[in-house]
């Protein structure tokens, strides 16, 4: 067997029903406007005609690829058309798919660490050589020795994963620099960062004067719904030809009818409103989770601040340890992934990777005061 | 770049509207029951809940597996049982996710010449050395020394692409055997035989005791409309666990809502009566075309006769070049792909490639009245 499925763990099935406080990575479903959705979906599919069941091109259902161009390039600041816009399932998929067209065996790639596992594995499924990059403050640091001869680096400047760290514009700068003189490349993952809650929102990477440099994806997994595998890649534009033949012969493309349900959604001004209203909702959430976390936590576990996304990271005090605490917080119901998970981290404090935006407030709270028996029994 | 995406071409786009003669691949959407689904989703999208928009497992979401399960034992006499069952997104993707496990670079493959061009496409990306095998009146041929040290053989048995040749009982029985023998795989494409019009239907490889060296793959892009990208792969038991990690890295599984609306339309007889319906159609069809030819192409182009499927072959008289045939045809506005196309071809006569099951009648009797002017001009 290739080295591609030995040793890969499956994600997470997700479990049904109320989520348990801190889970990560997914968004308030019981928030979903599911008849609204089902209300654009079924006149959509009551005006599906013969053509419409044909498929499309690999590239995507055009209405779909002009609306999120649209959509990027008003709130993310990416320098895009639809003609370079590519409508995958995900960002798994998009990072697999440049991996496939790009990279020969062998090929140097970096990335964060910690970082996303994800990724980790379609670098390993690629046999690239992997280096990887501390984080500080400002997001993924640069050292250009350590990045010599490396042809990709993939990062998460809006909102570093699982740090939370937004890469400051200086760093931006740099690293775009930096691939413009090595001649290489940028994988841009702004995988959930929709929801900013405080801050200036910084322009991605991509729209810094990065277009030809940088490969920006995102899905619609964090920001709808997951059950719903739609996804984008915005591309350099000479590269969306040779991304768009690997796409047609290893999947045709993403489905179309579902495509068409999601562009509707997006040109009715639904998903506006929706990322609106969820902002507000995650907004409360993170206020109650850094509130409980200070009046009961203090000194034993610190929140730290974050900008924008589903998750932080809970900071423990020096001398406890993040395996010791997840492992009794899971035996009453409290999920907690340590950051070592992640990959090394610097630093004398161990942190905790804790979802909010899922949770509701009644079991954020609740999850805090697990915590605090916790914290207080492993002091 | 990657070998993967150099030279790939992109697959047709599907023009929209009327479908011209003599269109291959694709089913008749014109008779597509688009309002009964449309029904059956609407019915699904308003009882969406919040658990219905998180993801499912990689191998697919249960109900539909178990559909496939039902479907593949009671019709194809594929030996499954829904855990063997992976949900994907077609026959490309497949094949892909298997080269992918199954493979390392330089492992030998083989497959039937003349075929399908996405799966050598593929083979190419998994840097596999490709062994051609060519088809005989039985379907493809076994020597066993051309065979020797191949891992992995892909195969069209129920109708081969494109000759249309069903592979005989005996011939199925040793292919199993060889496998058995060398410790090899087979990849069986079983991709557009639910439609047979005469003859016995054979049990698919699979269920011909090769459940443990064969994988099962077909899509329901041409069973129900090509839009939709759902389809199958049923696997050896030791197979599902990496098969299934590898998908949650790809691709993390296919859409779930879309999932669950095709099991319902299977539950609810829809799709059987669906094939039902189209097969009468196809026949229909392909009498025209065979009465049409036959009254007005003796001597110059014989249909072949086929037991199953979407398309046939024309074979040419001796003497008629089929580029020629097709590039002449194509300014009449009527479409034939010559079988070099599909690679190299035996015997002296040359054949073009001719869909009948999306043309409607008096578009195939136009495409025939087109050809009979072209080949009397040739001859």
Not at 58 to 76: F, H, I, K, N, Q
Not at 166 to 186: C, D, F, H, K, T
Request: contains cysteine.
């Amino acid at each position: 067997m290739a080295p591609f499925a030995k040793g890969l763990v499956m994600y997470d099935t997700p479990e049904p029903g109320r989520l348990r406080a801190f889970r990560t990575n997914v968004p308030a479903l019981d928030l979903f406007p599911t008849t609204l959705w089902a209300q654009v979906a079924s006149r959509r599919l009551r005006r599906a005609t013969a053509a419409s069941l044909h498929g499309c091109e690999a590239a995507g259902y055009p209405a779909l690829r002009a609306a999120v161009a649209d959509y990027l390039t008003l709130s993310r600041g990416v320098a895009c058309s639809e003609d370079r816009v590519l409508i995958v399932s995900g960002v798994q998929e998009a990072l697999d798919l440049a991996l496939r067209v790009l990279l020969v065996p062998g090929d140097r790639v970096a990335l964060e660490e910690p970082g996303h596992i994800g990724a980790r594995y379609l670098f390993a499924a690629a046999r690239a050589r992997i280096v990887r990059v501390p984080v500080d403050a400002e997001g993924a640091t640069l050292d250009p020795r350590r990045l010599e001869g490396v042809r990709l680096l993939y990062v998460t400047p809006a909102h570093q994963f699982p740090l939370g760290v937004s890469m400051s514009l200086p760093r931006r700068v740099a690293v775009l620099e930096w691939a413009r003189q090595a001649g290489a490349l940028i994988f841009e993952d702004d995988y959930d960062s929709e929801f900013r809650y405080s801050g200036r929102p910084l322009p991605a990477l991509q729209g810094l004067g990065g277009e030809d440099h940088t490969l920006f994806a995102g899905s619609f997994s964090k920001v709808l719904f997951p059950a719903l595998r739609l996804g984008y890649l915005v591309l350099p534009q000479d590269l969306v030809d040779p991304f768009s033949a690997a796409l047609s012969v290893t999947r045709r493309h993403a489905p179309v009818l579902e495509q068409a349900v999601l562009a509707d959604f997006i040109e009715g001004g639904h998903f506006a409103r929706h990322i609106r209203r969820m902002r507000s909702a995650y907004a409360e959430r993170l206020g109650v989770l850094t509130e409980a976390a200070k009046r009961r936590l203090r000194g034993r576990l610190e929140v730290s601040e974050v900008e924008a996304g589903l998750q932080t990271v809970g900071w423990l005090a020096p001398g406890l340890e993040a395996g010791r605490v997840a492992a009794a917080a899971r035996e009453r119901g409290v999920r907690l992934v340590p950051i070592s998970q992640y990959g090394r981290l610097r630093g004398p404090r161990q942190g905790v990777h804790m979802g909010f935006a899922a949770v509701e407030p009644r079991e954020i709270r609740r999850g805090i005061d697990e915590l605090a028996g916790i914290l207080a029994a492993e002091a």
